[in-house]
């Protein structure tokens, strides 16, 4: 299965912004080129975050906004139902994407309902694209068989340094799945790395943007998040750099398989 790439290559992350910081975060990230901005039902900033948008002159047409439905809210018709109250918060009729945020906690609502609200959802014109978000693979494979699966465009999952996380990576991309990566700087802790360090002097950058990078030179799709704007530039421009083979496989040994989200509602993992 081969599918267009629907999702632009970098976005904003809003995890843990709240009022003005949001507002702040998402206008200057919006006035320096970014048309991408990534938010959640659970991150309790919608209202923010679409009041960012509006105020900032962009047009709507021009943003592709994504929000994600709390596990919480899976059962029946609570995946409508949260998606309609994301909306109404981020003063929108539709949103470009909406993910399943986790995967049903020990399957107790079952994979077809809740994929089924999601993609009727999107038939109704409440979201563009449909999602998911922390699943494994034989999750990505279930998510795809149900009916509605086939409209999946991506799987958001951690993807950093210290966690590549390369199966579930190759298996979504092998099934024509846009991987996005979220906590692609390790949350700031790649600015301390040695490695990164040494790579970035030699680019004349910082060890984020070698992060930022190495992450988008494996085709997937970037949402860091900054409240400042030289980090927010920085982070943009880091789409023109190229590194070597060899920086390549440098980073890549630092992989750890070190798990930055993981809740006790979390599945069990591939490693
Ligand atoms: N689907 C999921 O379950 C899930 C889970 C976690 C996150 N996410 C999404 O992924 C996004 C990104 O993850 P994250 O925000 O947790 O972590 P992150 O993007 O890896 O790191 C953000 C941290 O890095 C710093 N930073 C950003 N750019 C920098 C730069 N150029 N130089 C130095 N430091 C820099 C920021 O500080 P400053 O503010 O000082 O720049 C902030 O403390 C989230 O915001 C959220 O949208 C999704």
């Known amino acids: 299965m081969t599918q267009q790439h629907v999702i632009p290559p970098i976005g904003l992350g809003t995890f ?3 009022g003005q910081d949001v507002i702040e975060s998402v206008k200057s990230a919006l006035s320096l080129g970014y048309r ?36 919480g809210s899976l059962a029946g018709d609570q995946p409508i139902e949260s998606l309609k109250e994301s909306l109404k918060k981020l003063g929108m009729d539709h949103v470009d994407l909406t993910l399943i945020h986790w995967p049903s906690p020990g399957n107790e609502v079952p994979m077809e309902d809740y994929i089924g609200a999601l993609n009727e959802a999107r038939k109704q014109g409440l979201t563009k694209h449909i999602g998911i978000s ?33 199966k579930v990576v190759k298996h979504c991309q092998d099934k024509g799945l846009q991987v996005t990566g979220y906590m692609p700087l390790a949350v700031g802790k790649v600015m301390k790395d040695p490695v990164l360090q040494e790579i970035a002097k030699a680019h004349e950058v910082t060890p984020a943007q070698i992060a930022l990078a190495w992450v988008a030179q494996q085709d997937i799709v970037v949402i860091p998040s900054s409240t ?11 789409r023109d750099l190229r590194l070597s083979a060899e920086e390549i496989a440098r980073i890549d040994a630092l992989d750890a398989g070190e798990r930055i989200a993981n809740p006790d509602f979390a599945p069990e993992w591939d490693v």
Do not use: C
């Not at 068989?145 to 390369?166: D, M, R, S």
């Open 228 to 238: 400042k704007p030289e980090h927010q530039k920085a982070n943009l421009a880091a």
């Open 134 to 166: 922390n699943f494994t693979i034989a999750q990505v494979n279930e998510a795809l068989q149900v009916p509605g699966g086939e409209h999946i465009v991506t799987n958001q999952i951690e993807v950093h340094p210290y966690l590549a996380n390369k």
């Open 16 to 18: 843990r912004l709240k």
């Open 36 to 71: 991408h901005i990534d938010t959640a039902q659970m991150y309790e900033n919608e209202a923010e975050v679409g009041q960012a948008i509006k105020e900032s002159g962009v047009p709507r047409e021009e943003i592709f906004v994504t929000t994600k439905i709390w596990h």
